[in-house]
Structures are given as structure tokens and as C-alpha cells.
């Protein structure tokens, strides 16, 4: 008797979360993310920017291809 009392217990809990749960994602979708810069960004920032995520990925492509090479 007990133990058919705590599984119902569980079960309502559980539907009463399944229920709500859809809240959260609406939630967010809801929220204004909008973000404004404080400035514009200059051609040498997006330059400089360029070339900091080249130069990143040489590093890490050439240890990747060594290992490519020597398998």
C-alpha cells in the first residue's frame, strides 16, 4: 500500500514537470537579446581579427597533419 502511494507520488510530480517544462524554452525565445555595440569597428580591427584566426588555425592544423603524415 505504502509503495503504490510513493510511485503515485512520483508519477504525479513527474507529469506536473512534463507539463511545465515547455515554459523554459518559450521562455528564452521570448527575451530580447539584443546586443548593440558601442562603437563601429574599424577595417584594421576585423583585420587584425582576420589574421589572429588564421594564424590559430595554422597552429593547430600543423601538428594535425604531422600526425596525418606519419600514420
Same mark, same amino acid.
Given at each position: 500500500? @505504502? %509503495?503504490? @502511494?510513493? $510511485?503515485?507520488?512520483? @508519477?504525479?510530480?513527474?507529469?506536473?514537470?512534463?507539463? $511545465?517544462?515547455w515554459v523554459i524554452?518559450?521562455?528564452?525565445?521570448? %527575451?530580447?537579446?539584443?546586443?548593440? #555595440? +558601442?562603437? +563601429?569597428? +574599424?577595417?584594421?580591427?576585423?583585420?587584425? #581579427?582576420?589574421?589572429?584566426? $588564421?594564424? #590559430?588555425?595554422? $597552429?593547430?592544423?600543423?601538428?594535425?597533419?604531422?600526425?596525418f603524415s606519419v600514420?
Open positions: 500500500m @505504502r %509503495m503504490e @502511494r510513493v $510511485k503515485e507520488n512520483v @508519477r504525479k510530480v513527474f507529469y506536473k514537470l512534463k507539463n $511545465k517544462i524554452p518559450i521562455t528564452l525565445m521570448m %527575451m530580447q537579446t539584443k546586443v548593440f #555595440a +558601442s562603437g +563601429s569597428i +574599424s577595417t584594421a580591427e576585423v583585420n587584425q #581579427a582576420t589574421e589572429n584566426i $588564421k594564424n #590559430a588555425v595554422i $597552429k593547430l592544423a600543423m601538428p594535425i597533419r604531422w600526425n600514420c
